[in-house]
């Protein structure tokens, strides 16, 4: 079965299952993985930083609050959070208009901040296929470990 997973929203899987979300462009899809269990988690991150704007009722839309909160779902699905690593792909620079504001530069920001929370929790990130200016749509499989991009004009890659 393959388990959606859409635009600031999370979702966890274990093999055989498969985990896809389409359309990164400047959001950032953060797939954290138990190896030995084969279970993973993955939360289709928007925006950065929670704090400037508030949760509200949607921890999975911010790097910030995202990525802990589809920690606890893996976790809470039988994952262990010593054994989790990380594998983060998207946040691309969409709009080619003034690169430097800070708010157009979102994508960017997306990836620093899911890199930062990742630190934070102490999840090593073992590959990444980041920034550029194409939109993106990944597949995880738990069963192998493999985080497959497709790009349109791109042939698919595997982290």
């Given at each position: ?25 400047s959001c950032v899809g953060v797939v954290l993985y138990d190896p030995s269990t084969k279970i993973c988690g993955m939360v289709h991150v ?114």
């Open positions: 079965m393959e388990v959606k997973v859409g635009m600031a929203d999370m979702n966890v899987c274990a093999s055989p299952d498969s985990i896809i979300t389409l359309g990164l462009g928007m925006l950065p930083d929670s704090t400037t704007i508030g949760v509200g009722n949607n921890p999975a839309k911010f790097a910030d609050t995202g990525v802990d909160a589809v920690l606890e779902m893996a976790i809470k699905k039988g994952a262990k959070r010593e054994r989790m690593v990380a594998k983060i792909a998207g946040g691309a620079q969409m709009f080619s208009v003034n690169k430097d504001s800070p708010m157009l530069r979102v994508g960017e920001r997306n990836v620093a901040a899911v890199k930062a929370k990742l630190k934070e929790l102490g999840i090593r990130l073992i590959a990444e296929d980041t920034g550029n200016n194409y939109g993106r749509t990944v597949i995880f499989y738990p069963e192998t470990g493999e985080y497959l991009i497709r790009a349109i004009g791109k042939e698919p890659m595997t982290i």
